[in-house]
C-alpha cells in the first residue's frame, strides 16, 4: 500500500544522545516535511524539503538537522542541542501542484520521542 | 505567533447536534485546508478551500472562507460519536523562494457525547 512510514513508533532518548526518527514515503512525492507536537498543541514546522538535496528550516529548527538524499527519505535528527525533545513528531508530504491531489499533505503516524 | 488560530479551543455536543469551528489566520493565503486527528495519530485532510472559493461541501463537512476577515469556518453537520478528533486548520503561505509550507493552527478539540 502507498504511504508514510515513520518508525520507531516510541524512541527514548538520553540525555545527551543524538537520536533519528525515520520517514520514508513510497508516493513519489517531491515534498516532505517534519512537524512537532506538544501535548493539547498544534503542530509547529521544523524542517521541509521540495526537491532532493535541498532543504529549508522552519519556524523550530534550532536543534534539529535533516538530510534529502532520496526523494522517498526524509529522515529528521534530533540532537543533544535540542534541550526539550520530548514531543510527538510527524512526517510529511505533497505532491507538488499538477500531480494528484496539488496542495494536500499526507501525515505518517507520528514517532513518540521521550528523554529519558 | 501561529499564522492560523482556531477557535473554540474545545467544544463538547451531543450526539446529533452540528458543530462549528472557527479559524482565523494574519497573512494572504493561496487555500486553507482542514484536518483531522484522533488521539495520537496523524492528520488526515478533510477539505481544502482556495482563496477564491467562499463556500464548499463534502458529505457532512461544509467550510467557509471570508477573505476579507481572514477567517474560515468548519461545520459538522448531525455529529457522530466517531467525530471526536481535533481538528486544525492549516493555510498554505509561500516564501520568497518560491516554497510553499503549511502552518497548522493549535486546534479545536471535539466532543461527541452519546
Known amino acids: 500500500d502507498g504511504g508514510i512510514t515513520q518508525s520507531p513508533k516510541y524512541l527514548f532518548r538520553k540525555e545527551g544522545q543524538n537520536v533519528t526518527l525515520s520517514c520514508e514515503q513510497n508516493l513519489n512525492h517531491d515534498a516532505m516535511y517534519w512537524y512537532r507536537q506538544d501535548p493539547g498543541q498544534g503542530l509547529r514546522l521544523i524542517y521541509y524539503s521540495q526537491i532532493v538535496n535541498d532543504f529549508q528550516k522552519g519556524d523550530i529548527a534550532e536543534g534539529y538537522s535533516v538530510s534529502r538524499e532520496k526523494k522517498e527519505s526524509f529522515p529528521l535528527t534530533v540532537t543533544s542541542a535540542q534541550k526539550n525533545p520530548t514531543a510527538f513528531y510527524l512526517c510529511?508530504?505533497?505532491?507538488?501542484?499538477?500531480?494528484?491531489?496539488?496542495?494536500?499533505?499526507?501525515f505518517g503516524e507520528g514517532s513518540w520521542l521521550t528523554v529519558v | 505567533s501561529q499564522q492560523g488560530e482556531e477557535d473554540p479551543q474545545a467544544l463538547s455536543i451531543q450526539e446529533g447536534e452540528n458543530a462549528t469551528m472557527n479559524c482565523s489566520y494574519k497573512?494572504?493565503?493561496?487555500?486553507l485546508q482542514w484536518y483531522r486527528q484522533n488521539s495520537g495519530r496523524g492528520l488526515v485532510h478533510l477539505i481544502l478551500i482556495r482563496s477564491n472559493e467562499r463556500e464548499k461541501h463534502s458529505g457532512r463537512l461544509r467550510v467557509t472562507l471570508d477573505t476579507s476577515k481572514k477567517s474560515s469556518s468548519l461545520l459538522i453537520t448531525a455529529s457522530r460519536a466517531a467525530d471526536t478528533a481535533s481538528y486544525f486548520c492549516a493555510t498554505a503561505l509561500r516564501n520568497f523562494q518560491g516554497a510553499q509550507k503549511l502552518v497548522f493552527g493549535q486546534g479545536t478539540r471535539l466532543t461527541i457525547n452519546p
Open positions: 497573512t494572504s493565503i493561496n487555500n
Open positions: 510529511a508530504s505533497r505532491p507538488l501542484s499538477g500531480q494528484g491531489s496539488g496542495n494536500t499533505i499526507y
